[in-house]
């Protein structure tokens, strides 16, 4: 489980999510990049925390890691950890477009600061999923202010899925940020429909994939990256 960006909390409540459905033969190791933004907000904090997932992806395959999840409803970084990973690699983003699809005809993405709807509706289509994606609407709480002990962000976030489902007409709800992972289970009991936490959703299809016997396929696109040499602190990577 890669959290991409820095904030030790979100790695652990990713980690205990991630445990939670986990099968008894799967071992979750939750990390996070040394460098990199506390929180991913813009293009701009998932730019700077792409080389530090390719950095994780990269001391798991050393490890001998069966397969990752990257943890940030933005995939950052996925198509390159492809790339290194012999494992499967799948992104909370791709994972929850995937079960939504599975369980509802249509379904609404609640995600974080309005400026990054934008990108998910790119995954949306990137993913294949134009048409599944009823809407995106955001909660304008910013990423490290959801566990707020004396914060509302469940609140926020409920009342938001419930008014997304009437106004998109859609049936499941996605919830667009790594954050949200806990309190996906209330929600869902509260609205009575389908809301899918990515982080959940993306640890089981690692593990049906990994089960399955389907790793990332090493011919074209995601083959390994060619050798070259990378200057400056990006020399320091090792690529396994
Ligand atoms: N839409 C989002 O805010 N996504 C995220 N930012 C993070 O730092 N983690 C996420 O899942």
């Known amino acids: 489980m890669i959290n991409p960006n820095t904030a030790r909390a979100m790695t652990e409540s990713i980690g205990r999510c991630a445990r939670a459905v986990a099968g008894p033969s799967t071992a979750i190791v939750a990390v996070s990049p040394s460098m990199g933004p506390e929180s991913i907000e813009s293009h701009y904090d998932e730019a700077l925390a792409v080389p530090g997932v390719l950095a ?36 909370i983003a791709q994972a929850a477009m995937h079960a939504a699809t599975l369980v509802g005809r249509g379904f609404s993405v609640v995600t974080t600061l309005s ?43 409920t009342r938001l899925c419930a008014e997304a489902l009437d106004a998109d007409g859609s049936d499941a709800v996605v919830l667009g940020c790594a954050g949200m992972a806990p309190f996906c289970a ?22 049906s994939l990994i089960c399955l016997g389907l790793r990332t396929s090493a011919r074209g696109e995601y083959a390994p990256p060619p050798p070259k040499r990378y200057s400056g602190l990006l020399g320091d990577f090792t690529i396994p």
């Open 56 to 91: 994780e992806v990269a001391a798991g395959e050393r490890a001998g890691t069966d397969g990752y999840v990257i943890a940030c409803f933005g995939d950052p970084g996925l198509d390159a950890a492809r790339e290194l990973a012999a494992g499967p690699v799948v992104g």
């Open 115 to 157: 400026r990054t709807a934008g990108r998910a509706w790119d995954l949306a289509h990137r993913y294949g999923f134009a048409a599944a994606c009823r809407g995106v609407h955001a909660c304008d709480i910013p990423v490290l202010e959801l566990d707020r002990p004396d914060g509302d962000a469940r609140e926020v976030v």
């Open 186 to 207: 209330e929600i869902s009991a509260r609205l009575g429909v389908p809301v899918v936490d990515g982080v959940t959703a993306a640890t089981k299809l690692v593990e």
